[in-house]
């Protein structure tokens, strides 16, 4: 049984770019919440997604977006990169409803240059 | 602002004492709070969790404490053992949202 995957595990880009980071779901899971953790921070929320819709979203700007495909599958996009993007980009899928236990990938470290 | 908050940045044990972990927060209506690990280079793991309603919940070395009147919570971890070594993170969570709450991380070494 797949845990949650996110790729690229790395990457690197210079300011005013754009990125796109792709995570496939824990088999069976249906809901993707995306967060980003900066250097010596706890992850923040960015947005969560279910049925292909943006259901809540955090305190970023809308240089953030993603999408949600009918597999369940999801895309992180960031336009116009600053440098304070540089961060470890969390995907992670929803276990019990309602507990907030969630299964979190790896992570795709950008670095924006 | 920071609902949740591990004023601790580091800890450090000998292997087979206890390891308390310390957290607080401002929100009093949190439904959940956990806990999750994290090691270099992987995401965070899930460890354990206490509902509002609860004042401790145990498994196995891992118990945490709620003090609701005092909006805080800590992890014991006992006895700990060196491969506890990792990034510990305490969040929350409202059942009627969508978002964990995560606090800054507290990093725990036990040391042999």
């Known amino acids: 049984d797949a845990g949650v995957t996110q790729s690229p595990t790395h990457l690197i880009k210079t300011r005013g770019q754009q990125v796109t980071l792709r995570c496939s779901p824990k088999?069976?899971?249906?809901?993707v919440s995306w967060y980003q953790q900066a250097l010596g921070q706890g992850p923040q929320f960015i947005f969560q997604?279910?049925?292909?819709?943006?259901?809540q979203r955090g305190n970023f700007p809308d240089r953030f977006s993603g999408h949600q495909f009918p597999n369940y599958s999801s895309e992180l996009n960031v336009n116009a990169l600053l440098l304070g993007d540089s961060a470890l980009y969390l995907c992670a899928s929803r276990g019990q409803v309602g507990t907030g236990e969630l299964f979190f990938g790896e992570g795709s470290r950008l670095t924006v240059l | 602002d920071q609902q949740v908050k591990q004023n601790s940045p580091s800890l450090s044990v000998q292997e087979g004492r206890i390891s308390i972990l310390n957290c607080d927060y401002t929100?009093?209506?949190?439904?959940?709070f956990l806990w999750y690990k994290k090691y270099p280079a992987e995401g965070p793991t899930f460890l354990i969790s206490?509902?509002?309603?609860?004042d401790k919940n145990e498994d196995g070395r891992f118990t945490v404490f709620l003090n609701k009147s005092a909006k805080h919570l800590s992890l014991h971890i006992v006895p700990s053992q060196p491969g506890d070594s990792a990034v510990y993170f305490c969040?929350?969570?409202?059942?009627?949202?969508?978002?964990?709450?995560f606090g800054k991380g507290t990093s725990l070494l036990v040391t042999p």
């Open positions: 969040a929350a969570f409202r059942d009627s949202g969508y978002a964990l709450n």
């Open positions: 997604y279910y049925e292909e819709e943006e259901r």
């Open positions: 206490i509902s509002s309603i609860k």
């Open positions: 929100n009093s209506m949190f439904d959940y």
């Open positions: 088999s069976g899971h249906d809901t």
